[in-house]
């Protein structure tokens, strides 16, 4: 069973910045895009980033490009999601989802294409 932790939540002041580890203990990264996603209440899921199992292909939100960055550290089997200039609007509940894939330069900003989810970290955007 593939697992997700998701770490780095927490309450920052607008133009703040938060960086999110999402540690996928149980397989190999070269094999699975990672997307992240965020619900805030009363709202939908959605997209934010995502990287794909190459590592060569990212892709951002408009929401947020320029200002998150998504990475990967192979060896420690983690995924980073650096937030920067956070505004208010950021506050959500962030998840990151794995999808096998294969060695592919792909990703995917559809939450239904992916699989195996973490179990959230909260994000607060508040003064």
């Known amino acids: 069973q593939l697992q997700l932790v998701e770490s780095g939540g927490g309450l920052v002041q607008p133009g703040g910045s938060l960086r999110l580890s999402c540690l996928a203990s149980?397989?190999?990264?070269?094999?699975?895009?990672i997307g992240w996603f965020r619900q805030a209440p009363g709202k939908e899921r959605e997209g934010v980033s995502c990287?794909?199992?190459?590592?060569?292909?990212?892709n951002y939100a408009d929401s947020v490009k320029g200002r998150f960055t998504v990475s990967r550290d192979i060896a420690k089997k983690m995924v980073y999601l650096q937030m920067n200039s956070l505004k208010p609007e950021d506050t959500a509940v962030y998840y990151c989802?794995?999808?096998?894939?294969?060695?592919?330069?792909?990703?995917?900003?559809?939450?239904?294409?992916?699989?195996?989810w973490g179990q959230g970290t909260q994000v607060t955007v508040s003064s």
């Open positions: 990287i794909s199992s190459s590592g060569g292909k990212t």
């Open positions: 149980s397989f190999s990264l070269d094999n699975y895009a």
């Open positions: 989802a794995a999808h096998g894939t294969g060695p592919m330069p792909v990703c995917f900003d559809t939450p239904a294409v992916y699989r195996y």
